[in-house]
T-cell receptor, first 114, second 116 residues
Framework: DGGITQSPKYLFRKEGQNVTLSCEQN?????MYWYRQDPGQGLRLIYY???????QKGDIAEGYSVSREKKESFPLTVTSAQKNPTAFYLC?????????????FGSGTRLTVV | AQSVSQHNHHVILSEAASLELGCNYS??????LFWYVQYPGQHLQLLLK??????LVKGIKGFEAEFIKSKFSFNLRKPSVQWSDTAEYFC??????????????FGSGTQLTVLP
């Protein structure tokens, strides 16, 4: 079945550590996105990529980094510079970056700083 | 920057009651509009979308939404809710600029609780 796979489902990080969240899609979608979901704040865009080897900052990119070396993969690194990383992270993809027909979402990764 | 407002943070209804969730956005140009739903422990799913044409759009599970351009609104409605509609609902907007759509901006979400 086509879809988006995010791993791990739960992730614990010590303060000062970098962690990488995985996002893989087999939908042949060109565009991929990372959102952060916090209670009462909805989804906020961290980074997005409309094509391989290219990505742009979203609204809250500080403390995060991404890469897009392959069409199907868009990993997100939460660095030690992110002051409040505990959140639910959602990856999404779409097949029409120029005209969004709606996103397919992964099941998310819940990151907790301990 | 684009903003999307969902003024109802938590709505509690009894089964068979009618539902209307508000969504307003700030962009004055052409937009694509979406409602997503997140059932407990599940993925975000698309309920319905509006791109052009008839401003009254119908989605899955008996939901519908009406685009009122003059009010910058895209309210979600359902005539009779069920316990299984308990979920969080997100409105999302994509600006259309120079023929291209920008990425989605989401509202803060509305938690709907339906009492049996």
């Amino acid at each position: 079945d086509g879809g988006i796979t995010q791993s791990p489902k739960y992730l614990f990080r010590k303060e000062g550590q970098n962690v990488t969240l995985s996002c893989e899609q087999n939908l042949n979608h060109d565009a991929m996105y990372w959102y952060r979901q916090d209670p009462g704040q909805g989804l906020r865009l961290i980074y997005y990529s409309q094509i391989v080897n290219d990505f742009q900052k979203g609204d809250i990119a500080e403390g995060y980094s991404v890469s897009r070396e392959k069409k199907e993969s868009f990993p997100l690194t939460v660095t030690s510079a992110q002051k409040n990383p505990t959140a639910f992270y959602l990856c999404a993809s779409s097949n029409q970056p120029g005209r969004v027909f709606g996103y397919t979402f992964g099941s998310g990764t819940r990151l907790t700083v301990v | 920057a684009q903003s999307v407002s969902q003024h109802n943070h938590h709505v509690i209804l009894s089964e068979a009651a009618s539902l209307e969730l508000g969504c307003n956005y700030s962009y004055g140009g052409t937009v694509n509009l979406f409602w997503y739903v997140q059932y407990p422990g599940q993925h975000l799913q698309l309920l319905l979308k509006y791109f052009s044409g008839d401003p009254l759009v119908k989605g899955i599970k008996g939901f519908e939404a009406e685009f009122i351009k003059s009010k910058f609104s895209f309210n979600l409605r359902k005539p009779s809710v069920q316990w299984s509609d308990t979920a969080e609902y997100f409105c999302a907007v994509s600006e259309i600029s120079s023929g291209s759509a920008r990425q989605l901006t989401f509202g803060s979400g509305t938690q709907l609780t339906v009492l049996p």
